[in-house]
């Protein structure tokens, strides 16, 4: 295994500018020093082998993240569909794993998290502040004096205004 060249934990990472296969506290700790190195590209190595994988990303702080090379991935998918046999079960057990129509649903029947996934468009910044400047311009004018009836000409020629 490779070890980062900082810490020597588990490396996770090489940045291509520095050169340096890192983990990932010392690849944060490293790029977010200045937006410069924040701009390097980082490739991610494989969970299995630490060779580098298709993966790359750059930024000051990249989320921890799992990927595999793709030597490993064709493997991973030989051994899988292939004659290999990964696991130590018998093979009367395959039967069992077979597709049965009423193990469809794993779930308890209900459809409520279908609604918790749901977006939401954000208002803008104007169109909220255009409406809230109507709301309190129709609550001001529905606001009574204590003498509504009785107005005197200053008191008819006063305007209010949200803005000020």
């Known amino acids: 295994m490779k070890n980062c060249e900082l810490c020597k934990s588990t490396a996770r990472m090489y940045c291509d500018s520095d050169q340096a296969i890192l983990c990932w506290d010392c690849d944060a700790r490293v790029h977010t020093a200045n937006f410069l190195v924040a701009k390097h590209t980082r490739t991610l190595l494989c969970h299995v082998?630490?060779?580098s994988?298709?993966?790359?990303?750059?930024g000051p702080?990249?989320?921890?993240?799992?990927?595999?090379?793709?030597?490993?991935?064709?493997?991973?998918?030989?051994n899988i569909n292939g004659?290999?046999?990964?696991?130590?079960g018998d093979a009367e057990n395959d039967s069992e794993?077979?597709?049965?129509p009423d193990d469809d649903h794993d779930h308890d029947g209900s459809d409520d998290d279908e609604g918790d996934n749901q977006v939401v468009p954000l208002v803008s910044s104007s169109s909220s502040r255009e409406e809230s400047s109507s709301r309190f311009c129709r609550?001001?004018?529905d606001v009574q004096t204590p003498n509504a009836g009785e107005r005197s000409e200053?008191?008819?020629?006063?305007?209010?205004?949200p803005w000020t």
């Open 139 to 141: 609550e001001t004018n």
């Open 97 to 100: 794993d077979k597709d049965d």
């Open 53 to 58: 994988t298709p993966w790359t990303g750059s």
């Open 154 to 161: 200053d008191q008819s020629s006063l305007k209010i205004s």
């Open 83 to 88: 004659d290999c046999d990964l696991e130590d």
């Open 61 to 78: 702080k990249l989320a921890a993240t799992v990927s595999v090379c793709q030597s490993c991935s064709n493997t991973r998918n030989h």
């Open 49 to 51: 082998c630490q060779s």
